[in-house]
């Protein structure tokens, strides 16, 4: 049983700074108290309502404190039970500063990244017998696939012409529906009728970049950045200006809003406000809203993509930033390939204002989406179905970081730095001074172990001191040699420097 640690300490409420929440400041003040070790993982935190009398604070701006403190691993929730310290890593990952975007004097370079990443995947591709702790997809064992298997069967025997119909471009009439109520269960309002079913997120966004843009314009991206978005921007002819992005709090809007006065031909920002990769971010609800407003005064679509946020540990205080599209600014993306079954490449979107010109794009390019893999999703997702696997999910997910996270703080050297993020699958690593990603990754992989290094994460050279790891995998002998041998490397690499 939880032992209950006086509070003394925490009953002073700090006073609000100029333009943020006091919720954020309580979060923040309860940050310092756990990570000067006043209270300990494990420990309860205060009850609402203590923690209402405590602060003299409402009951909103109390929930909002500890979702915020959720958002951001420091505690979580246990039914009937209350608010816990969440076990941490000894290292946390400070927050990037702003001054690391590139300088608004630079042209944005067009985006390209082929070269590095091709050796990078070619490599780790050939080495079949290397772990692999970098790829960004679960355990095949944690997917669904047997109830999915006879759910397709189910229906097939029920509608055998799902094999032999093409169905409509946007998708079929099931298939939309459902999203479209799922969709109204975390804040976004859509009709059926501007759900377009895609064969994932990569198809969405690829869409919804050629509906805004066209070659040679200018697409700003999060800073670091999943590389397959830079490598499809390459292939668009687009150009890439990276924004920095924090580590806590995602895309900083500040930067945004410099840039988009600095350079007009920015047709669009690409963000993942919901658990990022490779940062791991939720992106704190007014921010989401600011971005939604800024971009919609300077008539710039954002593309929200959206592959985690099922797996955010508490995904119903989780909102999409097109929670917040009014004017139809919004270009939502969510898709199925992480949290359901990758191999099904499904997933659907939301395009606002750009609808037409969206579906007249995918009638060219890709037309429709196998209908039977449509009807498997909206049977199993209006089902309840998935609401139970996503919790199996998530917990699964959870047990694996936490282990992961104990290796790291057990076998990686002195200044080693990472985040924590409140759900997912990846973890964020800063080096020691002096190692560098690249060097690393040829070094693991000639050990036997994959990794993915910062460098591929942008244009720049930026994060060449960073690598991302994945939490995907059950952690057995095989994985504790391997982050043995990680950390040797890490400290001779950072020795040698």
Known sequence: MARMTPFADASRTPLPMDGEPLYERLAEHYRRIIAAGTLSPGDRMPSVRAFMAQHGVSLSTAIQAFRRLEDTGWCEAKPRSGYFVRRRASAVLETLPESEGPPLSVEPPFAGLHE?????????????????????????????????????????????????????????????????????????????????????????????????????????????????????????GLRALEIPASPTTGLSIEALEVALTAYPDIRAVVVVPNLQNPLGCVMPDERKAALVALCSRHGVAVIEDEPYRELVEAPQAVKPAKAWDRDGTVIYCPSFNKVLAPGMRLGWMSAGRWHARVKMLKFAHSRHNAALLQAVAAEFVGSGAFDRHLRRFREQLRVQRDVTIDAIARHFPAGTRMNQPPGGMLLWIALPEGVRSDALFDAALAHGVKIAPGSIFSNSDRFDAYIRLACTRVFDAAHEAAFETLGRLIRDAAAAA
Do not use: C, H, W
């Open 116 to 236: 590095r990443v091709s050796r990078v995947i070619d490599r780790a591709n050939a080495a079949t017998d290397a772990l692999n702790l970098g790829g960004a997809s679960a355990l095949a064992a944690l997917y669904p696939t047997e109830r999915l298997q006879a759910l397709a069967i189910r229906l097939l025997r029920r509608k055998p012409t799902l094999l032999t119909d093409a169905g409509p471009v946007g998708g079929s009439p099931e298939f939309r529906q459902t999203m479209a109520k799922r969709a109204l269960s975390y804040g976004v309002t859509v009709s059926p009728d501007e759900v377009m079913s895609t064969s994932g997120g990569v198809d969405a966004v690829n869409l919804a970049l050629r509906a805004v843009a066209r070659a040679g314009d200018t697409i700003a991206i999060e800073s670091p950045a999943f590389f397959g978005l830079i490598q499809l921007l390459e292939s668009l």
